[in-house]
């Protein structure tokens, strides 16, 4: 049974950082593509950022260059750096495994996602 585990959000003000963390289990991780979703009030789940197996990425305009993602296969961990945080960027944010090219996800089961707020 597939299990996604994210942590690492919190509150910051804007232009501030954060580290996200999702933790999988129950597949075989290196093979798939990861991805970072997120939900903001009153709007629809939205991909951010995308790493392939073998470690191409692909991000959403709204956070390209403010937003890394990365992949350890050995921990079966994706992350994703926030950097110049706006507060446009504040949702929960969850991991899952894109579907290519569509980006939708692999998996109907979500974790209990990270909430990122970023207000002065």
């Known amino acids: 049974q597939v299990q996604f585990v994210e942590s690492g959000g919190g509150l910051v003000q804007p232009g501030r950082s954060l580290r996200l963390s999702c933790a999988a289990s129950g597949i075989i991780f290196s093979r798939y593509s990861m991805g970072w979703y997120r939900q903001a009030p009153g709007k629809q789940r939205e991909l951010v950022a995308g790493?392939?197996?073998?470690?191409?990425?692909n991000y959403a305009e709204s956070v390209k260059g403010r937003f890394t993602i990365s992949r350890d296969n050995t921990l079966k961990t994706v992350y994703l750096q926030m950097d110049s945080l706006k507060p446009e960027d504040t949702a929960v944010y969850y991991c899952?495994?894109?579907?290519?090219?569509?980006?939708?996800?692999?998996?109907?089961?979500w974790g209990q996602g990270t909430q990122v707020t970023v207000s002065s």
């Open positions: 899952n495994a894109p579907r290519v090219p569509s980006g939708a996800p692999l998996y109907s089961s």
């Open positions: 790493i392939t197996s073998s470690g191409d990425t």
